[in-house]
């Protein structure tokens, strides 16, 4: 380590003076520098190469799971521990979000709608339960309100929109996206919290015009959302957080960079078994498709 540290500074302090603090002898530095790394050197250095690569492609927010993950897939055999040590040579770190502050979250039960989902997040099927909330992202020109959609069975954005203003245009228009983009066949339970523009007639008209039933979250229950919310502290922590927007439009394009070009089809999710949430729609379609196949061949056998 004595060695290592001369080699990193030798450009900014004299050899002699940092060999002579350290108690070591010059010659002792040129041998080792001469000296080939060992085994185990060697594939530090080619799985610290690796991680760093797979912490650039996400945008420098994964921390050791991710690239752990990531690690395997390239068949490097690495556990947990090695990758945290790792990473701590390489100075990678994940991007830490901010804490609650302390109190009460909760209210009484809503009596606007019935809060059906229950905070019962895990769902089997796709395009069955959705979830949607609006937050705002920060321009010099002024503030851009952001809505989403979320269908839980694979934590996928299937629709979003952004404007200048917090209105009930801009949750419509993330919701006609979803429903344009994923035409689901049954009746779609889609949550919301109990803000001003989810209990609007423009709203309840939309929602009974396309085979939607409504859920809301409890008043200031923030949990009963915890899906979106969840997503909004992963896009303001990972991206937005970390840009400086001039214009509404620029932060536009920035959030539908995050959402369709990293956050959809490569960002891994714990939830999907470290799949992206594109990619476990994927695995769970062809899974699908796989035992309807079975059963197919079975039943034309037994005949």
Known sequence: ???????????????????????????????????????????????????????????????LRKPHDDLLEQGESVCLNRVARLTKLAGIKAQIGYKRRPG??????????DNTLDRRFDVATPDSVWV????????????????VVIDLFS?????????????????????????WLRKPREKVLIHTDQGSQFTSMDWAAFLRAHNLEHSMSRRG?????????????LLKRERIRRRTYRTREEASQDVFDYV?????PKRKHARNGMLSPVDFERQQKLRHEGVQETRGYSLRHDL
């Open 132 to 147: 949607t909330d609006i937050t705002f992202v920060r321009a010099q020109e002024g503030f851009a309100h952001f809505a």
């Open 221 to 233: 229950n923030c949990h009963d959302n915890a899906v979106a919310e969840s997503f909004f502290n």
């Open 1 to 63: 380590m004595r060695y290592a540290f001369v080699a990193e500074y030798r450009g900014e302090f004299s050899l002699r003076a940092m060999c002579r603090c350290l108690g070591i002898q010059p010659t002792g530095f040129y041998a080792w520098l001469k000296a080939p790394l060992s085994k185990r050197a060697q594939k530090d250095e080619r799985q610290i190469t690796l991680l760093k690569e797979a912490w650039v492609a996400s945008g420098k927010v994964y921390g």
């Open 104 to 113: 009460k979250y909760g209210g009484k039960p809503s009596v606007v709608v």
């Open 155 to 179: 934590r996928r954005v299937v629709g979003w929109a952004m404007q200048s203003r917090q209105t009930t245009e801009v949750v419509l228009q993330t919701l006609l996206m979803a429903t």
């Open 260 to 264: 369709e070009m990293f956050y959809n």
